[in-house]
């Protein structure tokens, strides 16, 4: 039984998904292992992971589209707001999606489904270079 | 140190929740592992994984009336909309809740509570076959 | 390639987070295991895990006053409402949030960004005693 893991930096364009799933699955590659677990873990609470559809971009647009209707950006009691208008919106995304997902790895493959990516969900509205680790065990 | 995996299909009856404590447990003894992690993967955009309560039925109806005041199918605005008004619904309540969930094992028995149940949530209105991999690391 | 858990219980004051970052860190110290994965699991329905800011205690508040509208307690046409108007909020409060959270472990600390903070998130009204299960698996 063996483990690896690398520090991943994405860069976002603001607000919006950006899919990581070839690089996770470059690195599940170089790293000699074929059968374990991944586990994905982003390092920020402005900012999330979340399995989805990588064939349709409309998904995208009317997720995001979701959870601004959700959770507007700017409301009047919010006492965290230091950073703009965008910041406790930002925070409350991350709540509702995920940090951390493990994704099971079988025969030199992640499971991942046929329409399934993953991806970072940028919830700022600037750009930003955000961390990820992945973390992989098995043999 | 040793791994298990399944591949789990699950017959779903349209929206709802569909127990899979039982296979998880079946699959976890018929490893003979006693004490490890337990990853749950389900392999869909549009149906997801939750632990919940297993005891009244009644939190599982009232979970999906708040999905779908929350989430409405066929919004205006939605561009997604190929495989009908529920599509994109089922995409939202993905997102909102779980596609991987990690499960220790101690002496033989996963940790689930006593309340605790492990289900596929299916979100589209018709039934469907739905693919859960399960993976098992530990001793 | 070692494991370790442990069943960590947390008095919680009633609706509200609680952080348990120091518990989990003390737990990976105290096993000796300097690389691997972290599996936080919650035992509970009606409590769940978060990683959320732990700097800035208004994001709890907002956080809370968000869900608190998202959901608020003791809506007409639920069924489930057994123990109470904040009963069937708690267990939507849990689906919305996590009940299993994994963090690696990278030469002897758990990647957790500069701001995070684990946290147990009480969603009934009253105190309860709630227990988390610490699973680490590594070298």
């Known amino acids: 039984m063996r483990q690896a893991n690398r520090l991943l930096t994405v860069a976002t364009p603001g607000r919006g998904l ?7 699955a470059a690195f599940v590659r170089a790293s000699g292992i074929a059968n ?3 586990t994905a873990f982003c390092r920020h609470t402005s900012a999330s992971l979340l399995i989805q559809e990588n064939a349709d971009p409309d998904v995208r ?9 959700l959770s507007p950006d700017g409301q009047p009691g919010w006492r965290h707001d230091n950073e703009g208008a965008d910041d406790m ?14 994704i099971p ?6 499971v991942l489904g046929t329409w399934q990516g993953l ?5 700022r509205d600037r750009p930003y ?3 990820v680790v992945l973390h992989l065990i098995g043999e």
């Open 36 to 38: 374990g677990l991944l």
């Open 105 to 110: 790895l079988v025969d030199g493959r992640l």
């Open 89 to 102: 919106s930002a925070h409350i995304r991350t709540a509702l999606t995920q940090t951390s997902i493990g």
């Open 119 to 123: 991806f970072l969900w940028e919830h």
């Open 61 to 69: 647009h009317d997720l995001d589209a979701f959870f601004t209707r």
């Open 18 to 24: 950006v899919e990581i799933t070839a690089e996770a």
């Open 129 to 131: 270079r955000r961390e």
